[in-house]
């Protein structure tokens, strides 16, 4: 079985709307593992201003999960991030570490308002990339700016920007729209990076396996190991993405 990154998931048990408690948490990393999934980033949501947790929290409970998580699967990674609700403030909070980079990288994973302007977008890519961090669109299927506006999607990348996907788009609805405007946007290289979005075990469950399958019948070899695995891994070292 092909082992897997997932960059994108609300793990950690009763720090958001992810997780309610350990066992959950359990059962999730469970459901990722038996998919081929061995490294994990938690991303819980981080709202500047409105933060429900503190960061030392946070820390403490992603300590706890971690040695949960090696007690019963040695040899998966759970690593620490943030899904960053971008707005004023946060540049503030990043340099103050106050908020969690991707796996301690350069690498920020921001999320808009669905129905935020495009310059909102650029503006937050132009600060981020201008304090030298390489900043991630979360789920940028859910952006009306960008909805199948690839011309808006390549402004974001050639300002330095990475599109994330959530999988779910490649396992629901075989005819949907949204499955036919992600899987244009791999083909263009314009989509980065595949993220589970994972929150619980019902409606929004790990699901990495099943996208990948899809995707590896459409894309071409090079475009398919580029997203699935060579992305994630310079991801994880700091790498910045050519």
């Known amino acids: 079985m092909e082992q897997y990154t997932d960059i994108h998931s609300h793990i950690l048990p009763g720090v ?8 959950m948490t359990m059962e999730m990393i469970g459901m990722a593992y038996r998919q081929g999934v061995r490294v994990m980033v938690a991303t819980p949501h981080y709202y500047p201003g409105h933060v429900k947790y503190a960061k030392e929290y946070v820390d403490e409970v992603f300590r706890k999960t971690v040695s949960a998580v090696k007690e019963s699967y040695g040899d998966f990674t759970l690593l620490l991030g943030n899904e960053i609700y971008y ?9 103050n570490k106050r908020i969690h980079t991707m796996a301690g990288t350069p690498y920020l994973l921001l999320e808009f308002s669905p129905g935020a302007h495009i310059n909102v977008l650029q503006g937050a890519v132009r600060s ?22 690839e011309k808006a999607v390549g402004e974001l990348v050639r ?24 899987l244009r946007l791999a083909r263009e290289g314009l989509m980065h990076f595949i993220g589970s979005d994972t929150h619980n075990t019902k409606d929004r469950c790990p699901n990495l396996k099943q996208a990948a399958d899809y995707l590896k019948e459409k894309l071409d070899g090079d475009t398919f190991c580029r997203i699935m695995f060579d992305n994630p891994a310079k991801l994880l070292k700091g790498e910045y993405l050519k």
């Open 128 to 149: 981020c990339v201008e304090e030298g961090y390489y900043p991630i669109l979360a789920h940028i299927e859910r952006y009306q700016c960008l909805w199948k506006n």
């Open 87 to 95: 707005r004023e403030g946060a540049q503030e909070k990043i340099r």
């Open 159 to 182: 300002m330095g920007a990475y599109m994330q996907v959530n999988a779910e788009n490649f396992t629901e609805g075989f005819f949907s729209a949204e499955r036919r405007w992600c």
């Open 16 to 23: 958001d709307d992810g997780a309610a408690d350990m066992e």
